[in-house]
């Protein structure tokens, strides 16, 4: 180490003090020391103390050593006791836009409440507040979370239903919880214009459901085909979309998350690139973002990016929902009450089906997109098989991109040989923990039974086929945001409605693997290693505060972990998650805005 009290040396041991250049004089803008701070960074797991300056860590070691930086005004934040400080976690797959549109329906979800008698109570009342006005006279009635497959006793939907169960007088459209199929009523189907004619959107990758007399049942399967209600319904106005914004990002940092993904569903429209160029720009914004197009969407202008918005890559879908009945699987679904309830179509996709016709077509939608990070969601062994046959022609086709970072969304039912498949081409996979946790019972006994849900989304096997930087993701709002849930299933595979019980025991990983995945690994799949996702000198300081050391506690309490704060540069100083999200300076955003769409539709 020489003369200089400080450095990070390539060779050797690791130095117990880092220091990035540039900094051996300058004072530390805050300091955190006790309590216990885990890097992620293998070769320093855990120090005494950090320091930041600016954006950046500057230094990490023994509390003696990151002291001689403290200066006159730099801040110390003490942890005491259990508490914990760690990188903010990074979530590569979730969808803050539905968090955020979806925050104006009402909420059926089973994770609220455990019976239909309860759920015809909210439904009640949520009629009992429709008030049409002259500017709106049939103003929609909108319920998300309708899920068959945790409140067991919902009856099966169509529109005549909806008309007795919620109303017959105005439109209405109710969500599946996974967001895969939703229902109108009569009303619903006449505003959208859904007849017996209508053709599935987009070349049949949504799907009108057609009743023998080819008359629809008010079904709708596939983004595409939600879509159609969605364009119907009212927007937010501009200060409340504002409101709903920052609301549901601080969902996020809540939860621990300073990055997070969208993949795919935000509009990347010019209004509302400008929308999420000013929401980004302010203080309060409490996450980084990087947002996924769509071909459909195409590629969005680069002169949008800043600090906090970047966008990685493009997203697809190849199959659909385990819920819906629409991933494309090898043997059929079981016909059980659940399955009729969630209205599996037997006669025509008992093994569900495939999104793109073949593995070409999927590859030709990528084209576009093939130097970028590519991400298919693919849930169903025939969906991943296309879809690993669609990326090996992206990646024969162009040899010059080596690292590509290739991604598989969710992978619930992968194969082990589909995972070594995917690590010879170099493709890496994400996957969907909160599943064996919350509707774990209802894959087993419900939908595909006990041998294929036991392997459903098994991270343990990711490891043993070479998988290095495999992750595991929220995909709000399908799931609660709840990380530290999502790393109790990883690690211990119980599931919430059979407590005890481990589906798949032997596919289960280590708290560390789980750690990673929300982290480094996440930070990994989005190329943005060398910033985020560990706690190394040079690395920005995006950070958090849990009330526990996730690697300690025993793995059935990961839940209980509390986050007390999140920390990041731009915010000036730690962000207490009780705080007010939205301040004045949103306020002063929103005039911009205004001012700034104005100009545009002139």
Known sequence: MGNLPFSCEPVAPPPDTCQAEGHEAEDADLIFTGGTIITMDDSNPTVEALAVKGEKIVALGTKDDIFKLKGLFTRVVELTGTETLMPGLVDPHTHPSLVLGLSIFTDLSGFKYSSFAKVKEVIKDAVHHVKPTSADPLPWVLFKGWDPAIITDLPRLDA??????????????????????????????????????????????????????????????????????????????????????????????????????????????????????????????????????????????????????????????????????????????????????????????????????????????????????????????????????????????????????????????????????????????????????????????GILGLDRAERFAPTNLATTCGQKHWTIHEDAEANPIEPFVSMKACVTREMWKDPGHQLGPQYASTIDEALKAYTINAAWQLKRENDIGSLEVGKLADLVVLSENPKVVQPEHLPAIQVLETYLPWRGALQSQEGECFQVSSFLACWVIITTMLLLNT
């Open 160 to 445: 005549k239903t909806l008309d007795s169960l919620v109303t017959a007088k105005y439109p209405v459209l109710v969500l599946n919880q996974a967001l895969h199929s939703a229902w109108l009523n009569t009303k619903g189907l006449e505003v959208c214009n859904i007849t017996s004619k209508t053709p599935d959107p987009e070349g049949g990758k949504g799907k009108i459901v057609h009743d023998s007399h080819g008359n629809p049942t008010g079904m709708l399967k596939e983004p595409p085909a939600i879509a159609i209600p969605i364009a119907k319904i009212p927007k937010p106005g501009l200060l409340q979309l504002v409101k709903l914004a920052f609301e549901a990002l601080q969902q996020f940092s809540q939860k621990g998350f300073t990055t997070i993904t969208d993949m795919g569903t935000m509009p990347l429209d010019k209004l509302a690139l400008v929308f999420l160029s000013f929401i980004t720009h302010c203080a309060e914004c409490p996450v980084r973002m990087g947002l996924y197009t769509t071909p459909k969407n195409g590629k969005p202008p680069t002169h949008y990016v800043n600090k906090k918005m970047w966008f990685p890559g493009a997203k697809i879908w190849a199959d659909g929902s385990p819920y819906a009945g629409s991933m494309a699987v090898d043997k059929p679904f079981l016909k059980t009450k659940m399955t009729e309830a969630l209205d599996f179509d037997f006669e025509n996709y008992p093994c569900g089906y495939l999104i793109y016709p073949s593995a070409d077509a999927q590859a030709a939608a990528f084209q576009p997109f093939q130097d970028e990070l590519l991400a298919t969601h693919c849930h169903g062994e025939r969906a991943i098989k296309q879809s690993l046959d669609a990326y090996e022609q992206l990646i024969q086709n162009n040899p010059g991109n080596s690292d590509h970072r290739y991604r598989l969304e969710h992978t619930g039912l992968i194969t082990e040989e589909q995972l070594q498949r995917a690590t010879q081409l170099g493709v890496t996979v994400t996957m969907f923990s909160g599943h064996v946790y919350y509707y774990g019972v209802a894959l087993w006994k």
